[in-house]
Structures are given as structure tokens and as C-alpha cells.
């Protein structure tokens, strides 16, 4: 399972890039530069989960070979900070990542912690406007619970993760996350819609 996430493609020239795996693919990983753990510490026991219960219900498997993954900014010196929230330079990549948005059409846009989700938000013009200390854990958590509900394999479901989910050697969320590990949980909700509307994802191994 790990060499289906972190070998995306992974080579040199496309980690400079910031972007692996291929746009036509349905579903994208929109990742904090300054994060990038974040496709093994959290996607990778997510995907596992969702890659359980598909094949458990359905008998296959995601060819997860070709997700598109990308970093929400190329550089990460303009990640905003409390202090300089949100230069002109971050509006230019929002401007980028909406034309490429628009042009393919993801079904499914997967965020990690705060920045790269408030960074999805204002690429789909949403309002209003939220500054860095609006995404908490529990925040997070709830954007995920409401993007679950309203999904809609019509158009891009911007579903948030969280970033962390370890501190000090502790899990701070893992544990009794809605009655269940968090993994488990977030896993099997992705996984349901999925199972749901797995006619329009071409995403099988065959």
C-alpha cells in the first residue's frame, strides 16, 4: 500500500514541480509545501482504509498510481503566517490552480490542515474569507462532516483531512474521533461515496 501513495511518480524533476501523478485522474491531493509528510502520515492510513472497505463491498481495488498530488503553493516561503496572512503572490497560484481546477474537473479534492483548505475555498470563491486560526481540528472536522453529506459526484467535492494527527509521541485525534479511529472513519466515509458512485470513477485496477 505504501508503494502505491509515495511512488506517484515521485522523481526529481516532478518533486522541483511540486506535483505528481496525472490531472485527469479524479481525484487530487492538495498539499502545504511545508507539509509534505502529510502523504504518508495521514493520506497513506486513509487510503488504506477506503482500499478495505472497497474491497471488501466490491471486490477491487483503487489503481491509486495515477492521483494527482500537488503542492497548494510552489514556493513555501509564501505560505501565509499569522502575521503576513495572505500575500498577493498566494492570490496569483489561486488564480493558477482555479484554471487547471476548471479545465479537468476533479471529483474528488483532498486537503490536509488549514492553509491548503482555506486555499481551496478562495480558489471556489468562497466567502467569507477565513483567516489562519478559523481551521482547527475540530473546525476541520466538521467541513469534513458537512463535504460527506453534500457530496455530489457532479461536481469537485472539496473533502478536508486533517494535517496532524500525532503529537508528542500522543494521538490527539485518532482515538474516539466521532466513536471510532480517525483513519477508520474518515477511510470509510471517502470509501462510501466512492462504493456509491464507483460507475463514474475510473479508477479500477482491472
Known amino acids: 500500500m505504501l508503494s502505491l501513495v509515495l511512488n506517484n511518480k515521485t522523481s526529481n524533476d516532478e518533486k522541483v514541480k511540486g506535483e505528481s501523478g496525472e490531472k485527469t485522474y479524479p481525484i487530487w491531493l492538495l498539499v502545504n509545501p511545508k507539509h509534505p509528510a502529510v502523504r504518508h502520515t495521514i493520506w497513506t492510513p486513509v487510503l488504506s482504509e477506503i482500499q478495505d472497505k472497497v474491497y471488501?463491498?466490491?471486490?477491487?481495488?483503487i489503481d491509486s498510481t495515477n492521483i494527482y498530488v500537488?503542492?497548494?503553493?510552489?514556493?513555501?516561503?509564501?505560505?501565509?503566517?499569522?502575521?503576513?496572512?495572505?500575500?498577493?503572490?498566494?492570490?496569483?497560484?489561486?488564480?493558477?490552480?482555479?484554471?487547471?481546477?476548471?479545465e479537468y474537473k476533479p471529483k474528488i479534492l483532498?486537503?490536509?490542515?488549514?492553509?491548503?483548505?482555506?486555499?481551496?475555498?478562495?480558489?471556489?470563491?468562497?466567502?467569507?474569507?477565513?483567516?489562519?486560526?478559523?481551521?482547527?481540528?475540530s473546525n476541520l472536522g466538521n467541513?469534513?462532516?458537512?463535504?460527506?453529506?453534500n457530496f455530489d459526484i457532479n461536481k469537485t467535492n472539496r473533502i478536508p483531512?486533517?494535517?496532524?494527527?500525532?503529537e508528542s509521541g500522543k494521538f490527539i485525534e485518532e482515538h474516539n474521533y466521532f466513536g471510532e479511529n480517525y483513519?477508520?472513519?474518515?477511510?470509510?466515509?471517502?470509501?462510501?461515496?466512492?462504493?456509491?458512485?464507483?460507475?463514474?470513477?475510473?479508477?479500477?485496477?482491472?
Open 56 to 61: 471488501r463491498e466490491i471486490h477491487t481495488r
Open 70 to 102: 500537488r503542492n497548494a503553493v510552489k514556493d513555501s516561503g509564501i505560505v501565509p503566517k499569522t502575521l503576513n496572512w495572505w500575500g498577493a503572490e498566494v492570490d496569483t497560484e489561486i488564480e493558477e490552480f482555479r484554471e487547471i481546477v476548471l
Open 110 to 137: 483532498i486537503t490536509f490542515g488549514a492553509f491548503p483548505y482555506e486555499f481551496i475555498r478562495r480558489v471556489f470563491e468562497i466567502k467569507p474569507e477565513k483567516g489562519p486560526k478559523s481551521w482547527g481540528n
Open 143 to 149: 467541513e469534513f462532516v458537512k463535504a460527506i453529506q
Open 161 to 166: 483531512l486533517l494535517r496532524r494527527v500525532v
Open 183 to 206: 483513519f477508520q472513519y474518515v477511510g470509510a466515509k471517502i470509501a462510501d461515496k466512492i462504493i456509491q458512485n464507483k460507475d463514474s470513477f475510473k479508477i479500477w485496477i482491472e
